[in-house]
């Protein structure tokens, strides 16, 4: 149950649901609740497929190209600290134009599960097994079906201020899980070479 826990909170962090929800609005903008609910379970089926098929295939496509579990750690922490840092100094995160498949490209995949997710879920694996991290994926994915599905009831609440805050912090807590896995990437690659 601990692993579980602490799978699921980089996970959720690294999916940043809040943060992608204006995003979500904008592209699904004019559209009525039932073209709406299908980009909802476009996006999320799309990152469950692609989250599970990275799990499954990630280590192995590593063996194949010869990169090191401790290389993509330092490689996914560095794009997690640009991203993050990104976020943090831009006004707004940069608006798609709907297409349409929106629902499965922008929204599920770079948006939803993109490099921060892939990323944080090859790490999860190492440190807490399969399980644990697959169930955080799904948990995290049902949170990101909700936000998206109650979109406009989670945007009255928080206001369009709270939304950009809650992003901000989420990209903050992104930068440092970043950092952790460089430190964490460079441990490894010092210890296999001693």
């Known amino acids: 149950m601990k692993d579980f826990f602490l799978a699921l909170i980089p996970v959720f962090v690294a999916m940043d649901a809040i943060g992608v929800l ?48 401790s290389d993509f750690k330092v490689a996914g922490g560095v794009i997690l600290l640009a991203l993050a840092i990104y976020d943090l100094i831009s006004p707004e995160k940069r608006r798609r134009r709907p297409g349409e498949a929106v629902g499965v490209v922008p929204l599920g995949v770079p948006l939803i599960v993109g490099p921060a997710v892939l990323t944080t879920l090859l790490i999860c694996v190492d440190a807490y097994g399969y399980l644990p991290t697959l169930l ?57 070479g001693s």
């Open 22 to 69: 204006p995003i979500f609005l904008s592209l699904t903008e004019g559209m009525d609740r039932s073209e709406r609910e299908q980009v909802v379970k476009a996006s999320v089926a799309t990152g469950f497929g692609v989250g599970v098929g990275f799990l499954v295939l990630g280590k192995f496509l590593f063996g194949v190209i010869g990169v090191t579990v």
């Open 136 to 192: 955080s994926l799904m948990l995290n994915l049902l949170f990101v079906w909700v936000v998206f599905r109650e979109a406009e009831v989670v945007v009255r609440v928080l206001g369009d201020g709270g939304v950009r805050g809650v992003a901000k912090v989420a990209s903050l807590f992104l930068a440092a899980i970043a950092v952790m896995m460089i430190r964490r990437g460079v441990l490894d690659m010092i210890s296999m």
